[in-house]
C-alpha cells in the first residue's frame, strides 16, 4: 500500500462544475504539498499546509490532521484547469517527500 | 531568476552508455533534490543534498550517483544506463526541509534507454 494514497486516479468534469480531489496519506507528515504538473510536465506548487484550511483564488485545499486526510477543490471549474494533481507529504523530521500517483483532470468546456 | 533549470531536457542513450544530468538553481536555496516520475507511479526520490557537500540516498538510489558541486549545483550520474531507468527525471530544491517549504522544480528530463 503507498503511503500517499490520491482519488479518483482520473477526473472529467463539465466546465464550471465543483471539483474535490482526495489524499490520505499513512506515513507522519509535517506538512501536506498539493502540486500541479502542466499538460507540458512541468510542476508547481500550489499549497503547503499542515492544518487547516488554504484558499488561492479558485482554490482551496484542506487538511484532517487526525483522519490523514486531504482534499483539494477547485470552484467554478475551467479548462485550464485540466492538469495533473499531486498530493506529497513532508515527512516528519526528514527532508524526504512521499508522492501520491497523481489525479488527471480534464475540464471539458 | 531563472528558478531550477536541468540539462539536457531529452536524451536517448543505448544500454550500458553513462550520462549526467545536470541541475542548476539561482535561489540559494539549501536542499536538492532529484526525481524520477513512472507512468501510473508518484514521484520518487533518487537521492537528496541537504547542503553543499553532503547527499543521503532516497527511496530508489540504485544505478545513481550524485554531485553536490557547490550550493547551486547537484547532479546526477548514470553510470551504465539500463531500460529501466527509462523516466523523467525532475531536480527541485527548497529553501529549507521538504516538511516546511515550497519546493520548486525544474522542466524536467525525459531520458530513453535503448
Known amino acids: 500500500k503507498n503511503e500517499v494514497e490520491q482519488s479518483p486516479q482520473n477526473l472529467t468534469a463539465q466546465e464550471g462544475e465543483f471539483i474535490t480531489i482526495n489524499c490520505s496519506y499513512s506515513v507522519g507528515i509535517s506538512a501536506l504539498h498539493w502540486l500541479q504538473q502542466h499538460p507540458g510536465g512541468g510542476i508547481v506548487s500550489l499549497f503547503m499546509?499542515?492544518?487547516g484550511k488554504k484558499k488561492h483564488g479558485r482554490l482551496i485545499a484542506t487538511i484532517n490532521i487526525q483522519e490523514k486526510h486531504s482534499s483539494l477543490h477547485i470552484t467554478a471549474s475551467h479548462p485550464r484547469d485540466s492538469a495533473v494533481y499531486i498530493c506529497a507529504g513532508g515527512v516528519y523530521n526528514n527532508n524526504d517527500m512521499r508522492f501520491g500517483a497523481g489525479t488527471r483532470l480534464t475540464v471539458k468546456p | 531568476n531563472a528558478g531550477v533549470t536541468q540539462t539536457p531536457k531529452f536524451q536517448v542513450l543505448k544500454t550500458g552508455q553513462s550520462m549526467t544530468l545536470q541541475c542548476a538553481q539561482d535561489m540559494n536555496h539549501n536542499s536538492m533534490y532529484w526525481y524520477r516520475q513512472d507512468p501510473g507511479m508518484g514521484l520518487r526520490l533518487i537521492y537528496y543534498?541537504?547542503?553543499?557537500?553532503?547527499?543521503d540516498k532516497g527511496e530508489v538510489p540504485n544505478g545513481y550517483n550524485v554531485s553536490r558541486l557547490n550550493k547551486r549545483e547537484f547532479s546526477l550520474r548514470l553510470e551504465s544506463a539500463a531500460p529501466s531507468q527509462t523516466s523523467v527525471y525532475f531536480c527541485a530544491s527548497i529553501l529549507g526541509t521538504a516538511s516546511y517549504n515550497e519546493q520548486f522544480f525544474g522542466p524536467g528530463t525525459r531520458l530513453t534507454v535503448l
Open positions: 499546509l499542515s492544518s
Open positions: 543534498s541537504a547542503s553543499e557537500g553532503t547527499t
